[in-house]
């Protein structure tokens, strides 16, 4: 009878800490996240409309956002090329991506492929509005960065 | 049939699967396209606009390895050359000696093989400086054998007048007047399907959404023309056929 009394008490007590220490671990492995946004402007093009492929006018928004600005959270370590591709595959934008000699190489976003308006043309990136000096896939995301992908027309004139 | 069996294993192993890889490499490599179908290791999508025009593409290099094939077996070699004598003799000459010249040359080193071994007998050990003995003979005997031909050739055609005057031939196809005919007609045809061709009104776009060109008539009558043209030889050849049962049962 003593024997059945104590483990009454007990069991409860051992899921008690059991539960605590679990959520302990749990907060100790989940990494803190970064916030981030990202958006995708095609808006040179109306720029320089004479240049652009009759078959790609359509698939130009009229303000040239194909994504306005976007907040994400995403995890340490992961790169600007990352988060182009996760939100792409979240919004169900096209993305052409291809591994180039200095690593990914977006050949073409939401069916605006580089070269469709005016030889020159393609696309680039900007962090917190200005041009990165590497390449997408390398360059780390740091907490609070704005990229902003840019089509440019032509490199002189679009800044 | 041109061939038979023959040419559908042709069309089977070689003009199919060429058609087949143009699709799966742009399906592969190019990622174009709003209808995308399913994920590729690397991210991107395999899309149905990319695959389509791959058929397309294929089926375009499909049908022109299947031209090429038939060119071959209708305008076989000697023919090729006749037409070359009657309009360049002196070039189809050359080509015809220069063609000759392997198998030719082939046939002769074996002769002075045999006839070695029969004088000689044949040795089953031979060391490979032995070896390089008799490969230098056989040259040596070859060569001369090889000048002497060419002097044989020059004399025999000396005697028979080339080079003297003006030489005519033996015509072995002579033009007729529905020769003439359907030569003319194959041509303006022709000209036509590329008249149609270059005002682009069968081109059609894959890139990003597959959209046809707008019905004019005039793409109608091109296709209209097309299958006039593709079935000439159909046409001769029925014809034949039956001109050929109608003679048998005269008989």
């Known amino acids: ?159 | 049939m041109l061939r038979g069996k023959v040419g559908i294993r042709f069309f089977m192993g070689v003009a199919l699967p060429v058609c087949l890889l143009s699709v799966v490499l742009n399906g592969w490599f190019h990622h174009y396209g709003v209808t995308p179908l399913f994920r590729l290791p690397g991210g991107n999508r395999v899309t149905l606009e990319a695959l389509c025009q791959g058929a397309v593409l294929g089926g375009m290099f499909g049908a022109a390895t299947l031209w090429l094939y038939c060119f071959g077996i209708v305008l076989p070699q000697d023919k090729l050359l006749y037409l070359g004598s009657q309009c360049m003799p002196a070039l189809s000459l050359v080509l015809t000696m220069a063609l000759r010249f392997v198998p030719t040359y082939t046939a002769q080193t074996a002769k002075i093989i045999r006839a070695r071994q029969g004088m000689l007998g044949k040795s089953t050990e031979q060391k490979f400086r032995q070896k390089m003995r008799h490969g230098g003979t056989v040259l040596s005997i070859l060569t001369t054998w090889a000048l002497e031909n060419s002097i044989q050739t020059a004399d025999s055609m000396r005697a028979r007048g080339y080079g003297a005057a003006k030489r005519s031939s033996y015509r072995r196809y002579r033009w007729h007047a529905k020769d003439i005919i359907c030569a003319l007609c194959i041509l303006l045809i022709v000209g036509m399907l590329a008249g149609l061709a270059i005002t682009g009104a069968w081109n059609v776009q894959y890139d990003p959404v597959i959209r046809f060109p707008e019905a004019m008539p005039i793409r109608y009558a091109g296709y209209v023309i097309y299958t006039v043209l593709c079935a000439m030889p159909l046409y001769m050849d029925i014809r034949r056929a039956w001109k050929w049962q109608r003679y048998l049962s005269k008989i």
């Open chain 1, 1 to 159: 009878m003593m024997k059945n009394n104590v483990c009454k008490r007990a069991l409860p007590v051992l899921l008690a800490v059991c539960m605590v220490l679990s959520l302990m671990v749990a907060c100790k492995k989940q990494q803190p996240g970064i916030q981030c946004s990202v958006e995708i402007d095609c808006g040179y093009i109306w720029d320089h409309e004479e240049d652009l492929l009759e078959s790609k006018v359509e698939f130009v928004p009229q303000d040239g956002m194909i994504l306005a600005e976007t907040e994400v959270t995403v995890e340490q370590g992961d790169t600007a090329f990352d988060l182009l591709e996760e939100i792409c595959d979240e919004q169900d934008i096209h993305l052409d991506a291809e591994d180039g000699s200095w690593g990914k190489y977006v050949k073409g976003i939401g069916q605006i492929y580089g070269g469709d308006c005016g030889e020159m043309s393609g696309w680039m990136f900007k962090v917190n509005g200005e041009y990165a000096d590497v390449g997408s896939e390398v360059y780390e995301l740091a907490e609070g960065d704005l990229i902003s992908w840019i089509f440019i027309c032509d490199y002189e004139i679009d800044q």
